[in-house]
C-alpha cells in the first residue's frame, strides 16, 4: 500500500521568507511524487512532479522540491514567499506500476502574511 | 482555467437518489480521473478510465459507477445517496495513462440531504 504524510495542517510564513511545505511518503518501488495546489473554490492545480533524475525537481510559479530516497520525504520549497502562494498544498504518490492511482496526502495550508 | 469542464456546479438531492455528474476532459486527453474530496476522508481517488476503458480502481464504492463515452467525455454515477457521500467530486484529465500531469476541473459539489 501507498501513503502520504504532510505533518503540518498549517504553515504561515511572512512574504519575503522561505517556505517549506513538507511531506513524507511509503511507497514499494520506485516512488512517483507530486505537488498539486488548491485554492478556494477550485480544483487542483498541478506544481511540479519527480518521476527520475536530479532530486531538486523545479516546477511552475517559482516551486521546487527536493527528492529525498532515504529520508524518504519530498519537501515543497520557494527561495521568497508571495501572498498570492496563500492556498492548500497537496503532495500525491504513486508506484510505476499502477497507472493513475495516487494516493493524496491531507493538505497542509500555506498562509503567506504581508 | 484547465480546460476540463464538470458538470454541474452544485448538486442537492435527497438520500436514497441516483445522480450522474458529468466530465470533459481537455482536448486531445484521453485519461480521466475521479476524485472524491471531504472534510474527514480528504482527497479519494476513485477511478480512471483511459479510451473509454477502466484503467485504475481507487476507494469507489460498489453504489458508484464511472464510464468513459466514445466522445472521450465520463460520467460517474452516484446511487442509493447516504449523507455521508455529500463531497467535492473532481475530475482530472491526462493525455496518457500514466497520469503524470492531470488537469483537474472545478468541481461538483454534492449535497445529500
Known amino acids: 500500500a501507498q501513503s502520504v504524510a504532510q505533518p503540518e495542517d498549517q504553515v504561515n510564513v511572512a ?11 511509503s511507497v514499494s518501488g ?28 523545479k516546477g511552475s510559479y517559482g516551486f521546487e522540491a527536493e527528492f529525498n530516497k532515504s529520508q524518504t520525504s ?20 504513486r508506484d510505476g506500476t499502477n497507472a493513475g492511482k495516487s ?3 491531507d493538505g497542509t495550508t500555506l498562509t503567506v502574511k504581508p | 482555467d484547465s480546460g476540463v ?11 436514497g437518489q441516483r445522480v450522474t455528474l458529468r466530465c470533459s476532459p481537455r482536448s ?13 476522508q480528504g482527497l479519494q481517488f476513485l477511478i480512471q478510465y483511459y479510451n473509454g476503458e477502466e484503467r485504475a480502481k481507487g476507494n469507489i464504492l460498489e453504489r458508484f459507477s464511472a464510464q468513459q463515452f466514445p466522445d472521450l467525455h465520463s460520467e460517474l454515477n452516484l ?12 475530475c482530472a484529465s491526462s493525455a496518457g495513462t500514466s497520469g503524470y500531469e492531470q488537469y483537474f476541473g472545478p468541481g461538483t459539489r454534492l449535497t445529500v440531504t
Open chain 2, 5 to 15: 469542464t464538470q458538470t454541474p456546479k452544485h448538486l442537492i438531492t435527497a438520500t
Open chain 1, 30 to 57: 520506485n516512488p512517483y511524487l507530486f505537488w498539486y495546489v488548491q485554492y478556494p473554490n477550485r480544483g487542483l492545480q498541478f506544481l511540479l512532479k519527480y518521476i527520475t533524475g536530479d532530486n531538486l525537481v
Open chain 1, 74 to 93: 519530498f519537501h515543497l520549497k520557494k527561495p521568497s514567499a508571495l501572498v498570492s502562494d496563500s492556498a492548500l498544498y497537496f503532495c500525491a504518490v
Open chain 1, 15 to 25: 512574504e519575503g521568507n522561505p517556505l517549506t511545505v513538507k511531506c513524507t511518503y
Open chain 1, 103 to 105: 494516493t493524496f496526502g
Open chain 2, 79 to 90: 446511487s442509493s445517496l447516504e449523507l455521508g457521500d455529500s463531497a467535492l467530486y473532481f
Open chain 2, 28 to 40: 486531445g486527453d484521453l485519461s480521466v480521473y475521479w476524485y472524491q474530496q471531504s472534510l474527514d
